[in-house]
């Protein structure tokens, strides 16, 4: 059973930095492209970042250039840092895995990050 656990969000003023984690168990790592995506209220959800097995990244417009994701394998966990983080970046913040194999996704549960003016 796939499971992610998210830790790390919290109330941070703008400028400010945070980082997240992603921890996985139940899967095979190396099949999956790991992600974050995030939703404001009243809005869609929306990539963050996603990183693959061989190290490939890719981010949503909005976070290129301050956010940055990474992957230890031996820790099955996945890190998103976050840096120059506005007031528009608050939001919940979802661990998605992909099963590259059956495209399935998973997702965790999600941890909220405020950011303050």
């Known amino acids: 059973q796939v499971q992610l656990v998210e830790s790390g969000g919290g109330v941070v003023q703008s400028g400010g930095s945070l980082r997240l984690s992603c921890e996985a168990s139940g899967l095979i790592f190396a099949f999956y492209v790991i992600g974050w995506y995030r939703q404001a209220a009243g809005k869609e959800r929306e990539l963050v970042a996603t990183?693959?097995?061989?190290?490939?990244?890719n981010y949503g417009d909005s976070v290129k250039g301050r956010f940055t994701i990474s992957r230890d394998h031996a820790k099955k966990t996945v890190y998103l840092q976050m840096n120059s983080l506005k007031v528009e970046d608050t939001a919940v913040y979802y661990c998605?895995?992909?099963?590259?194999?059956?495209?399935?996704?998973?997702w965790g549960q999600g941890t909220q990050v405020t950011v303050s003016s």
């Open positions: 998605s895995a992909m099963d590259i194999r059956v495209r399935e996704h998973y």
């Open positions: 990183v693959t097995d061989g190290g490939g990244t």
